[in-house]
C-alpha cells in the first residue's frame, strides 16, 4: 500500500484539512508532535487508534509538500 493512501481530505472532516483516513486525527497534530520530540511510541500511545504506519504516512505526506513550495528561512552566515 502506497503510504499516502493513508491520507484523506474530506471538507466535512477537520475542516478539510489532512486527516488519518478513517480518523479525526490531522496529520499536522502528528508532525507537531514529532516536532516537539515526542517519540512514536509515546504518540501511539496517545493516539490508540494509529498506527506506525499512520505515523510514516504523515512524514510521507510532508516530504510530498515539502517538494512544491519553499518555506521561507533565515540564512545565517
Known amino acids: 500500500m502506497n ?15 489532512a486527516c488519518i483516513k478513517g480518523t479525526r486525527i490531522m496529520v499536522s497534530v502528528i508532525l507537531d508532535n514529532l516536532a516537539a520530540g515526542i517519540s512514536e511510541a509515546e504518540i501511539l500511545k496517545s493516539y490508540p487508534t494509529l498506527t506506525r504506519e499512520d505515523i510514516q504516512a504523515a512524514l510521507a505526506y510532508a516530504s510530498e509538500l515539502a517538494h512544491e513550495r519553499a518555506i521561507p528561512m533565515e540564512i545565517v552566515a
Open 3 to 17: 503510504l499516502l493512501e493513508r491520507i484523506s481530505i474530506n471538507p466535512n472532516i477537520c475542516h478539510g484539512k
